[in-house]
């Protein structure tokens, strides 16, 4: 999911701000806009923000941030990489008759997490910022039967 689609535009909350008035351009890739003059504070690729659906600061990925690779950054090498065959959602159709044979829908839940400011909790007093903390994630299957 990438921010500057057109499709997920309204996913981003930072659209809406006052200084980021008009600073959506046409773009010569059809379904996107040109995004360089807009000020993103809390948009990012590969990260779905569904904080006004469910009025709880949620973000959504794919497990391990596949395909929000950026994320990666905030997580010392020990963190387990992104895995195309093992974090991708998949349906395999059989193609006359439609059915499903097998799927998965694999999806990561994550919650921002920020400095508090606050001294009396002594091991968040040098938590540094995070966009997307992990919670856990999830691996629906579509199996035959």
């Given amino acids: ?20 008035k008009g600073c959506l351009k046409s773009s010569s890739v059809e379904d996107e806009y040109d995004i ?18 469910q009025k709880s600061p949620v973000r959504m990925s794919a497990p391990h941030f596949f395909m929000a690779e950026e994320q990666l950054q905030y ?45 009396e909790i002594k091991f968040l007093k040098n938590i540094k910022a995070v966009p997307a903390f992990p919670v856990m994630w999830f691996d629906e299957i579509i199996a035959p039967v």
């Fill in 1 to 20: 999911m990438n921010v500057n689609k057109k499709k997920n535009i309204c996913l981003c909350k930072d659209f809406a701000e006052r200084g980021n």
């Fill in 75 to 119: 997580f010392d090498s020990s963190f387990v990489q992104p895995d195309a065959d093992k974090d991708k959602s998949f349906l395999d159709i059989e193609p006359v008759s439609g059915q499903v044979l097998q799927g998965h829908k694999r999806f990561q839940v994550n919650m921002p997490v920020n400095p508090t400011g606050r001294n």
């Fill in 36 to 53: 360089s003059d807009c000020e993103l504070t809390t948009c990012y690729d590969g990260l779905i923000n569904v904080e006004n659906c």
